[in-house]
């Protein structure tokens, strides 16, 4: 059984919106600060957005500030990041987990968002 499951990925045109889902085991989700990672082509994996433990505080990459925004509703395990105004840079395979991702070794499949410029 998987534990961390990403959908919502999708093609977009630049300046289109996506909603990305994560679905974490409980076990991940209940005692954890969580976040959004995403690794493009050719780039390491990076820290997006993050989420403290009660949704209480977040934090955003630079490079997202004012278009993303992370939630997480901790009665389903699960946990959201609503994507605006998204670049061609945007595009990666992005990966949920807890934060930091140090504390659990294992990444889902991820989902890829492809935006054309």
């Known amino acids: 059984q998987r534990q961390l499951v990403e959908s919502g990925g999708g093609l977009v045109q630049a300046g289109g919106s996506l909603r990305l889902s994560c679905t974490a085991s409980?076990?991940?989700?209940?005692?954890?600060?969580m976040g959004w990672y995403r690794q493009a082509p050719g780039k390491q994996r990076e820290l997006v957005a993050r989420?403290?433990?009660?949704?209480?505080?977040?934090n955003y990459a630079d490079s997202v500030k004012g278009r993303f925004t992370i939630s997480r509703d901790n009665a389903r395990n699960t946990m959201y990041l609503q994507m605006n105004s998204l670049k061609f840079e945007d595009t990666a395979t992005y990966y949920c987990?807890?934060?930091?991702?140090?504390?659990?070794?294992?990444w889902g499949q991820g989902t890829q968002v492809t935006v054309s410029s």
């Open positions: 409980r076990s991940i989700f209940v005692l954890n600060a």
């Open positions: 987990n807890a934060y930091p991702s140090t504390r659990y070794p294992d």
């Open positions: 989420i403290s433990v009660n949704g209480g505080g977040t």
